[in-house]
């Protein structure tokens, strides 16, 4: 009786191996339902070398903004990417090892952008923190518990995700 079962699991094991190796064979697709091969990410273009090649061309480049947050990060890079601004990233990684202390030199990302983006970058920017206000403000459910453990543990301030804390614009400066 159990080697029919394990036939039975073999077998059943074996289809499902097949149908997912069937789906991961097709490639990438991409929302237009094309397969992501040279062709199709060609349009595509990547801000960090435009940033490089307009700096190259003597256009002046300026810190914007330090992020703490891995997923602030990607969304801020991906509405930058959308409206077409250059930018420049750097210590990207630190975002993600020291994760909520947001001290400048600790875990800080860098953005640099074109000093003539930055009114389009702040108002997007701005924007993103004002949602992300909302966001927070509508489902804030902390229980008197995690706050009592984290007093008791003598934890450091770690803001939630969903706070804006974790964003330093720099002031454009005069020339």
């Known amino acids: 009786m159990w080697w029919l ?12 191996l097949k149908k997912s190796w069937k789906e991961n064979s097709q490639g990438v697709r991409l929302n237009d339902g094309t397969a992501a091969e040279d062709e ?18 003597g256009k002046k ?12 990060i990607m969304i801020i890079k991906s509405l930058f990417q959308s409206e077409g601004i250059p930018y420049r990233m750097e210590n990207e990684h630190l975002s993600s090892i020291l994760v909520g202390s947001g001290v400048a ?3 800080y990302t860098a953005f640099y952008i074109l000093r003539e983006d930055y009114e389009d970058a702040l108002k997007i920017v701005k924007e993103y923190a004002e949602n992300k206000q909302l966001e927070t403000s509508d489902k804030d459910s902390t229980g008197c518990m995690t706050k009592f453990i984290d007093f008791i ?15 330093v614009i720099f ?3 005069n020339d």
Do not use: C, H, W
């Not at 079962?5 to 499902?16: D, R, Y």
């Not at 480049?61 to 602030?72: G, P, R, V």
């Open 5 to 16: 079962v394990a036939v039975l699991a073999g077998i059943f094991l074996f289809l499902f």
């Open 40 to 57: 199709a990410l060609e349009n595509i273009v990547e801000m960090e070398d435009a940033f490089f090649e307009a700096v190259r061309t």
């Open 61 to 72: 480049s300026i810190k914007f903004m330090y992020l703490f947050y891995q997923e602030d």
């Open 105 to 107: 030199g600790t875990n």
């Open 153 to 167: 543990s003598a934890a450091n301030f770690i803001p939630k995700k969903t706070e804006t804390s974790g964003i």
């Open 171 to 173: 002031k454009l400066e």
